[in-house]
């Protein structure tokens, strides 16, 4: 009777869809229903959730996702209405010969089946119940991290607490309760259903040139071979169709669709105010490719405005006691293009920001070296670590090979450094200048990077200026590689994406360094870290206090110094990558020449022996406690990345050998002036010895690169023990590790 009612209701009109939204939400008693018009059925939808608020935070907290959404559509099936996900990554023309035979062999998996409650032929609707559906969990686009559930779903407690309808989405949200578990957990999650667009953006293909997220593809065409681009993500920024003459003939036009940035209300007002400025700071990439406003920064507009929506762009600030921001987007994975964006603030972040600012460049701007930074100093922190992160929600990823682009000495001039600042990109990790000496804030030298540089400017104009010349992605290619070819190896426009581990392979694309010499560049770091720690009792001893803040600068000096250290490193058995197409240059692939790297090898192995000198400072370990554990444990660390199986597979095939590099470490380690009563000497020397010996066990089921690569730490392994015999007569020291040598 129930169901005769409820039919008869929707033939009446109770439940009803209406042109403007084509995709409904609607509540009858506890029983809520989607209207789907059949303009809608087989349409592509992207279907994603964040979280709204939760119990614990562990690892998200209320507003983000780790969950990417995905593409879902309607297909009517007899009495039922499948919901089908698209899975493959493939790409063909529609009248490809072979159109059919890749569709048969690509077809979209259903993740759901519905029950169709009514369907009104006249109206052009199709009604299923989704009341289940957005009760339970659903998997598929989870925004929770693995293991923050515990126990059981709580039916009672949990289910549907609202929803709204819009022209081209609808909302829900859900609360879930958890019992039963070590810990009980509640969470609120936000699902947004959400029309994609009929007419894809036209994708571009990303190049290895330069810095863009972007997903892989397979793209079938019978006349050619299979191929694999990467669609870059961009957010489709294109003029009105009624300015598109006017953006032609060289007017600038404000784009068909900005990209809208709210601020969570939550936002502190310091942080906001220098934000807001960061985020705009990127129109002017965007006026020198013809388009104005495309940036724009708005505030909440009502205390019920659903953060959530897929379709919002937000600064949102997350109080957790981590340091970090991020910027992050959700694109639609047919094409590319960015529908959703996130900057992520973390509450502990501008202590980082400070931080940095201090341990880089304290010893030459005096303004930072007090406990509070003032507001415009802070303010530009903010400012470059927004820009920064704003660039990702652009799709633009990190560039380590932009503060390679600049002379160590043009570091120290204020004429250069006001116009470029530090880095060529503001999408490198060059923070601040720790090239900069005392005295030179006084003379007018910058300490932080550009607000934006060169390389960003080009990377918008690669990325986004329409292309009408071009009716396809295959035929934009010889376009865009004639913009990298227009800039020829201009330093300041090549690109390094991030490399990880502490010894990078290509010394000129790494985080966290300055210049085109970092022995240079680190020279200066050190002295001004030397100056520092010397400093530390003065500047970190605000009367009533604790010691807090002066053992944590004592440690990020520390950790600043051996950055430093495994930086230069990188030039050992390192190779300047060069990325191009055929034609563009004498060679991608230039080797660290062996001069360099034996300088290098001479510059670590030195700083390591002087760092003794000013780290162990007695006057600071008094009231911060000895740290010799601490420098001696990370010395120990540095020689056994000088001898990690990594960095001399490198040296296998360098032009510094391998068996010359062994023998010049041991011979500076081991050197007949070197004191062996030294506490810090002979830990260095027993930490290569170690590593020498873990490297030598290599047995015949290895491959043989390191059954070579033992064969010649073996070797250096019998040179250092007679070394060691001629001195182990006089020397209790050198007998002990004579003896570990033999064991």
């Not at 809608?40 to 994603?48: E, N, Q, T």
């Not at 009517?76 to 790409?91: C, F, I, K, Y």
């Not at 490719?289 to 919002?312: A, C, H, R, W, Y």
């Not at 990188?570 to 990558?577: E, F, N, P, Q």
Request: proline share 5%; aromatic share 10%.
């Amino acid at each position: 009777m129930c169901k005769l009612l409820l039919l008869l209701g929707l033939v009446l009109g109770v439940i009803r869809a209406d042109a403007k939204n084509p995709l409904k939400m609607v509540k009858q008693g506890n029983v809520y229903h989607l209207e789907i018009a059949d303009s809608l059925l087989g349409r592509d939808l992207l279907l994603g959730s964040r979280v709204v608020d939760l119990s614990a935070q562990k690892n998200i907290s209320a507003g983000q996702t780790l969950g990417d959404p995905i593409v879902v559509r309607f297909v009517l099936n007899g009495n039922a209405l499948n919901m089908e996900t698209l899975l493959s990554q493939s790409v063909w023309r529609e009248d490809d010969p072979a159109a059919r035979l890749i569709a048969r062999n690509n077809m979209r998996p259903v993740v759901r089946v519905f029950d169709v409650v009514a369907r009104e032929e006249e109206r052009g609707v199709t009604v299923i119940d989704v009341t289940r559906y957005f009760s339970d969990e659903i998997s598929e686009v989870s925004p929770l991290p693995g293991g923050i559930k515990q126990g059981r779903l709580e039916p009672k407690a949990s289910g549907i607490v609202r929803f709204s309808n819009h022209d081209d989405r609808i909302n829900v949200t859900t609360l879930y309760a958890y019992t039963g578990g070590k810990e009980p957990f509640r969470v609120t999650i936000n699902y947004t259903l959400l029309v994609l667009p009929k007419e894809r953006m036209r994708p571009r293909y990303d190049d290895e040139r330069i810095g863009y997220f972007s997903s892989a593809k397979t793209v079938y065409d019978t006349e050619k071979k299979v191929y694999r681009p990467r669609y870059i993500s961009r957010w489709r920024v294109e003029p009105k169709p009624e300015d598109k003459e006017r953006y032609l003939a060289g007017e600038l036009v404000e784009p068909m669709k900005p990209i809208v940035f709210y601020f969570d209300s939550a936002t502190p007002p310091l942080v906001k105010k220098y934000a807001r400025l960061g985020i705009l700071d990127w129109n002017k990439a965007f006026e020198a490719i013809g388009f104005k406003n495309v940036m724009q920064v708005k505030d909440f507009p009502s205390e019920d405005f659903n953060s959530e929506d897929l379709t919002v762009n937000c600064f949102r600030y997350i109080p957790t006691i981590n340091a970090n921001a991020s910027g992050v987007v959700w694109t639609d994975p047919r094409s590319g293009e960015i529908i959703q964006a996130d900057i992520l603030w973390y509450h502990n972040v501008v202590r980082l920001l400070q931080e940095w600012r201090f341990i880089q460049t304290a010893a030459a701007d005096p303004a930072v070296r007090g406990k509070e930074l003032d507001e415009e100093t802070l303010g530009e922190l903010i400012r470059y670590a927004v820009a920064h992160e704003t660039g990702h929600t652009l799709g633009l990823k990190h560039n380590m090979r932009a503060s390679f682009a600049y002379p160590v000495d043009s570091l120290r001039s204020p004429s250069f450094t006001r116009k470029f600042g530090t880095t060529a990109s503001i999408m490198d990790y060059a923070r601040n200048n720790y090239v900069a000496q005392p005295g030179d804030a006084a003379r007018g030298v910058k300490m932080t990077p550009p607000l934006l540089g060169p390389f960003d400017y080009f990377a918008i104009r690669w990325g986004y200026a329409p292309l009408y010349e071009a009716n396809t992605p295959e035929e934009e290619l010889p376009l865009l590689d004639r913009m990298f070819r227009e800039k020829g190896d201009d330093p300041v426009y090549l690109y390094a994406n991030m490399a990880m581990g502490p010894v990078v392979p290509d010394p000129s694309g790494q985080s966290d360094m300055l210049g085109d010499d970092l022995l240079k560049s680190a020279t200066c770091g050190i002295a001004n870290l030397r100056y520092i720690t010397e400093h530390l009792t003065e500047w970190c001893a605000d009367e009533g206090d604790s010691y807090d803040r002066m053992k944590e600068m004592y440690e990020a000096g520390v950790k600043q110094f051996y950055k430093y250290m495994n930086n230069c490193a990188s030039y050992l058995g390192g190779v300047y990558y060069l990325p191009g197409t055929v034609g563009q240059r004498e060679s991608c692939y230039i080797p660290v020449d062996r001069e360099r790297q034996k300088e290098t090898l001479r510059f670590i192995l030195k700083q390591l022996e002087t760092s003794d000198s000013w780290l162990m400072n007695e006057a600071l370990f008094g009231l911060i406690g000895n740290k010799s554990d601490l420098i001696m444990g990370r010395q120990g660390e540095m020689i056994g990345t000088l001898l990690s199986p990594n960095l001399l597979s490198r040296m296998m095939t360098s032009a510094y050998s391998l068996s010359e590099y062994l023998s010049d470490m041991t011979d500076y380690l081991f050197a007949s002036k070197v004191a062996t009563d030294d506490l810090y000497v002979r830990n260095r020397q027993i930490a290569y010895v170690v590593a020498l010996k873990k490297l030598c066990g290599t047995d015949e089921s290895k491959k043989a690169l390191e059954n070579l690569r033992a064969a010649v730490v073996c070797g250096e392994i019998v040179r250092l023990e007679k070394k060691l015999e001629r001195r182990a007569k006089s020397s209790r020291e050198m007998k002990f590790m004579l003896d570990m040598l033999k064991r």
